[in-house]
């Protein structure tokens, strides 16, 4: 019996979907040259189109918060940093925050070490979004624009060795300051390197912005509206495609960035190819920002005046590269046994930390990155937890790919900017 | 030597913390977090209680008051006592705590989204904390509030015993919150009643045990060199 | 893997050693096997300034099975193990595995419950390569290393010749742990 109703209507479909051998389970992962890094993908796909899609994390889980509970605070900045492995600098600034917050220094922090980690995470965001973009264009086939991404990149990385003797995973920011004061003649190809980028930047524009097919691959892919993303907690460039310029820079300072001059790029096309834009402007006010950040470097300390805290860093280029101060070595060892004492009990035992906790988060390329430090009073975090960008907006990976192409698949997930590192960590 | 040591916790020969009313989380003995008798510095009788901030008085300071108010006040138009639902208040380095009971919390977390004049639009997950010496409240679940309206965040803490593991799911309230309470689950044990699917995020789905517990080790494995061998840094020698 | 395995010893095994050696250390096909830190470090490898195509194998192959050389790249998880092995057990012979950074090659810094202690405890590796992460000079030298090594790779006979020695040296060599002197 046929009814208007359509009861029957329903059963038909139902058949009909149940005796379709078109759908099938997609693993997809965790090894697989586009799913950035070893993230897994479960895909139900209906011919071309995914009907669901479900991620498998934890693929690069490291126990890093478990291992900071049995290290120093200071020897802690070690290990977040190779947390998401593309931004050091916000995560070691994050950390840091956090114990400088929970010690009650905050006040004391000098402006130069301020300064320099502004200019420092500024410059670390560039460098991300270089590799977002150029990790994603390479994920759409486009080689080129890898090769481009890859080549500023290294502009970026060589400032990084320069100042911190690492290309990757720094340690440098440490609770109440730096590691190192800036080393000479760094201003100079600070300021060479912004002028390269200017002229470097603009290329993007020119091969991928106004590109008919780089846009029919981006637009309206990946989409997700401002109400999508506040349910799912989105932040970043994902929350600013939707249209809230909600950025914590302007909206819960940090570093002193109230008095840095910068705009937040927002879009309200909610898709891939509004976040590579707005990504391509962040680099742009990025260099504004170390622009002015250079204007403001003022000689002075990079540590604490506070010896309990102040790690001995100091360190010289020995015939092996960077190795510790002779001058040093020889102040503690020849002229001072208390310097010696307490040279050995602040790098063995480390600083205690008074009881409490305390949450710090910053404008990380990829988001709200947050830290939530608890203490009991020893020389070692109690607990130690990251609120990661990438693994909060990874969740909003199944809201933008279901119901799209399989091949829009790896563009939303490329737009989101996942680091494994980051969300597994 | 643990002979002194019980003697000395027994006679409360301990001097008061400097807060009061705060959690206990921890009694700390000796100098060098030594229990095996290898203490020589002379103060292995020595016993400290550690404690968490204790509760604040009003009035709390900046929008603190106004957030307070505002929740104890839409609480009690739900005919929800705000003394009930609201364990204590703790103002602790320019942060505001509410610690909730955890059969309210839903209420509470759903208030604080809600309310036009709270507006906690953001949830920023929750994080686990075990505390194994606060006995009946080992574990601890925060939640970071962001309010994007008012540029404001707040902390909800919850507690539950390690016997009964068990706090509402807030991911009706806050989608976001799907896999980190997955996370807590994961590392923690913490059971979030009412998750949709509350299974491992991280390990592998055969993996025994809740690896982020204190009471789970480390898990290192001594590394040999030429001739010496360097315990896991989890059965070194430690300072606190 | 074909007639060469068949050759008598002599001197024409040794020729078709060395022109088998030289033609497969010319082309080496790397699986991409990304994991950590390292795998950014891998794709600048590969990226213009210092260009892997230089030694021909600037392409990476997305399926083990066009592959010949896996570079793990970071940290292995216990979660990600079963996974790497798999990936190893697809790759066709002959086939070489380079295990690049500390986290690969011992655990690293992350000596904890997550992570496997070295990913020799998994799949044979031929070349450890140091550094967290080492700069894409190490990796080039690593891969230059491993260029000679499959230059000088034994076939047939000789092959079974060089694995027994191998083991023999193996088996009277001294557990780390017993050795003595300084750290050389």
């Known amino acids: 019996m046929y009814t208007v109703t359509g009861g029957d209507w329903d059963e038909v479909v139902e058949s009909a979907v149940k005796s379709d051998d ?71 600034t994050a950390y840091c925050l956090g114990v400088e917050k929970l010690l009650g220094i905050e006040d004391q922090i000098p402006d130069r070490a301020t300064v320099i980690r502004v200019l420092l995470m500024e410059l670390n965001r560039l460098s991300s979004h270089l590799v977002c973009i150029a990790t994603g264009g390479m994920e759409l086939g486009a080689t080129t624009i890898m090769i481009y991404g890859f080549r500023d990149r290294e502009l970026v990385l060589d400032l990084f060795e320069l100042i911190t003797g690492l290309r990757m995973n720094h340690a440098f920011v440490r609770p109440g300051g730096l590691a190192q004061d800036l080393p000479p003649g760094s201003v100079d190809q600070l300021r060479e390197f912004v002028k390269t980028m200017k002229k470097n930047l603009p290329e993007y524009d020119k091969l991928a912005t106004g590109n008919p097919i780089f846009k029919a691959r981006m637009q309206d892919v990946g989409y997700l509206d401002l109400a999508g ?56 006010q990025s260099l504004r920002i170390v622009e002015q950040c250079i204007e403001r470097l003022e000689p002075g300390p990079v540590m604490v005046a506070d010896k309990k805290i102040a790690w001995p860093a100091q360190l010289a280029l020995g015939p092996d590269g960077l190795g510790n101060s002779l001058d040093h070595i020889r102040n503690i060892m020849g002229t001072s046994m208390e310097a010696l004492i307490h040279h050995f009990k602040l790098v063995t035992e480390g600083f205690r930390v008074p009881p409490g906790q305390t949450y710090t988060a910053v404008e990380s390329p990829k988001g709200e990155l947050g830290v939530h430090v608890v203490s009991d009073g020893g020389t070692r975090p109690y607990r130690v937890h990251f609120r990661d960008p990438s693994f909060t907006n990874l969740q909003a990976m199944a809201a933008m790919c279901e119901g799209g192409q399989v091949a829009d698949v790896i563009v939303a997930v490329a737009s989101i900017d996942p680091v494994m590192g980051g969300v597994d960590r | ?88 208040t703790v103002v602790d380095r320019g942060e505001l705590t509410f610690h909730i009971a955890r059969e309210h919390l839903v209420q509470v977390a759903r208030t604080l989204r809600d309310d036009p004049a709270l507006r906690f639009e ?100 001594a590394v040999e060199y030429k001739g010496a061998q360097i315990p896991a840094p989890d059965q070194r020698r430690s300072y606190s | 893997m074909g007639l060469e395995e068949k050759l008598p010893s002599g001197f024409v095994l040794t020729t078709v050693e060395q022109a088998a050696g030289w033609v497969r250390k010319s082309s080496v096909f790397p699986a991409t096997f990304g994991l950590a830190c390292c795998a950014i470090e891998m794709m600048t490898t590969g990226a213009g300034r210092y260009d892997l195509a230089r030694f021909g194998m600037e392409v990476f192959r997305g399926s083990p099975r066009q592959a010949d050389l896996m570079i793990v790249a970071g940290r292995v998880s216990q979660k990600m193990a079963p996974v790497l092995r798999q990936v190893y057990d697809q790759m066709p012979n002959p086939k070489w595995v380079i295990s690049m950074g500390v986290c690969a090659s011992s655990g690293g810094m992350f000596n904890n419950y997550a992570i496997v202690q070295g990913v020799d405890h998994i799949v044979p590796v031929d070349i450890y390569l140091p550094g967290c992460p080492p700069r894409p000079e190490m990796l080039m030298d690593a891969i230059l290393k491993l260029h000679q090594k499959i230059q000088g790779t034994k076939l047939g006979v000789n092959a079974e010749e060089a694995a027994r020695e191998a083991e023999e040296a193996a088996l009277k060599a001294l557990p780390l742990i017993e050795m003595k002197g300084l750290l050389r």
């Not at chain 1, 605070?73 to 190779?82: A, D």
Request: charged residues 25%; hydrophobic residues 35%.
């Open chain 1, 229 to 284: 993303c506040m349910a799912l907690g989105a932040t970043g460039p994902v929350l600013r495609s939707a249209g809230l310029p909600h950025d914590l820079r302007k909206t819960d300072p940090y570093c002193g960035y109230e008095t840095y001059d910068f705009d937040v790029p927002t879009a309200d096309t909610c898709d891939s190819y509004g976040r590579f834009l707005i990504r391509l402007e962040e680099m742009r």
């Open chain 2, 1 to 88: 030597m643990s002979e002194n040591t019980d003697a000395n916790g027994e006679n409360n020969a301990v001097p008061a913390p400097r807060d009061t009313g705060g959690e206990v989380i921890r009694v700390r003995k000796g100098m060098f977090g030594a229990n095996n008798g290898g203490d020589t510095s002379g103060y292995g009788g020595l016993i400290r209680t550690v404690t968490l901030p204790g509760a604040a008085s009003r009035p709390y300071g900046g929008w603190f008051d106004e957030v307070a108010d505002e929740l104890e006040g839409a609480l009690e138009e739900q005919d929800l006592l705000p003394e009930n639902a609201i364990e204590k």
């Open chain 1, 22 to 92: 078109e759908r099938i389970i997609v693993n997809m992962g965790p090894q697989h040259p586009s799913t950035h890094g070893v993230l897994r993908l479960i895909l139900e796909i209906d011919g071309e189109t995914v009907t669901e899609a479900r991620c498998g994390i934890g693929y690069l889980h490291t126990g890093i918060e478990k291992n900071l509970e049995f290290r120093s605070w200071t020897q802690g900045t070690t290990f977040v940093t190779r947390m998401d492995y593309l931004t050091p600098f916000f995560n070691e």
């Open chain 2, 122 to 221: 953001l949830c920023t997950g929750v994080s686990g904390v075990h505390f194994l010496g606060d006995k009946g409240r080992e574990l601890h679940a925060v939640y970071h509030l962001r309010s994007l309206t008012h540029g404001r965040i707040i902390r909800l803490e919850v507690s539950a015993p390690d016997s009964d593991p068990h706090i509402p799911s807030l991911v009706a309230v806050y989608p976001t919150n799907d896999w980190h309470e997955r996370e807590a689950y994961d590392f923690f044990g913490l059971v979030f009643d009412g998750h949709p699917a509350l299974t491992r995020i991280m390990m592998p789905d055969d993996w025994q045990g809740f690896p982020q517990r204190k009471d789970y080790p480390l898990g290192g494995i």
